[in-house]
């Protein structure tokens, strides 16, 4: 089994395997997305006997990680032949596809797993969870609010109409994909080849936008940003319009909405559904470019040490270093250092833990993507029994507890990237 970058002479085959397990050739979506989107030397294959027996696309996307900017690949389109199934090459390949995109500078790979289970063990963690919400037009009426105008979109060139009401909803949000005009034109137009874009507001400008497609008597509204709360109204209202012709609207907002608060239901009548739709996961692959140079308070200083666990790739195990200083995080893996202390300990009997701190605690993988990406704290970790302590002194575990709680507090997450 030969794991490398896709050819150009690969494609009839990684067109074969998407069109077995999604979309067919004369579904609109393959067509723009094999002609639009696709770039063979961003896929990963699996390769026996001179067949293609897995493949992966690896999207480039800029994300906004705690106010960094981050270059990530989004992975997408994971798909086996089905002689090849059983055999675990879907994860093999996947292992794979960590270290290339790894080699190309990365230090993070996000992804949106249709059964969780599959990437878990590969050390994949959730990082965005969003509202799922359902109800019928006639209930939506009732927590909406008519706009003074309604838009429908039918070109990518009306891009920065979109683009304003986008950077004001993810103002204080954590995670979110960092969209510029070339972004925008692909997202648009794979959104128009299947379904609609409307945008309302009054007179004070474009107050928020939607992208739905109607399936029977099915609304589904794939992406919803607003720049205000009358704007999120104003967007109900417009779903609600669509009564008669529908008989449900479903629809997403990010988890930290608390607009649920205010809706008419009660313990024995839900007339709107509102549930958590697990969305996008991510998995650290380079720990010390991910850490190092992130931002923190400029008033945080001092440094200590943690053991880190990856069962997946090996290369990662080992202890790490973290410095506050200056308002940045500076990391370093230390674990060639620490191995050399322990030596110089044995047959010295010198004691170099002043210089070289013992790590305090130890962690997974998966622990430290949620730390890093904001959707736990350290707290929530040690409560569940995610961090074990390897120190027994309870005022250095409380300085550590600070230190890290500073560090990494947890983030209001938000993506809605879907490919």
Known sequence: MQFRRAKESDSKDIKSLWAYCFEKPDEAFFQWFFSKIYEHDNVVVAEEQGNIAAAVHLRPYEICLRGNSLLVDYA??????????????GKKLLKNAFRFSRSNGNSTMILMPSD???????????????????TSPEWLGKVGSKPSWVKTLSSPDEWELLDGIYRTFIKGRNGFSIREESSWRRLIEGQLEEGYIAVVGDETGAAGYLFYGVNDTHLLAGEMAYSSNKGREELYFFMAGHRGSIARCSWFEPLDDRSFYYWPNGAEHIYIENKTFPFMMCRIIDPVAAMDGMPCDKDLDG???????DSVLSENNGIYMLNAE????????DDVFYNLRIHVEDMAGVDLDHHIPEPAFCMNIPALNELVFGASDFKEL????????LTTDESKREKVTRFMMKVWNKQANWINEWY
Not at 382 to 389: G, N, Q, V, Y
């Open 76 to 89: 997408v389109g994971l798909a086996t032949h089905p002689a090849a199934r059983g055999n675990g090459i």
């Open 116 to 134: 969780a289970s599959f990437y878990q063990p590969l050390g994949c963690s959730f990082y965005v969870h969003q509202w799922k919400r359902e």
């Open 303 to 309: 440094e200590f040490s943690f053991q880190l666990v």
């Open 326 to 333: 200056n308002g940045y995080i500076h990391a370093l893996q």
């Open 382 to 389: 040690l409560h569940r029994d995610m961090i074990t302590w």
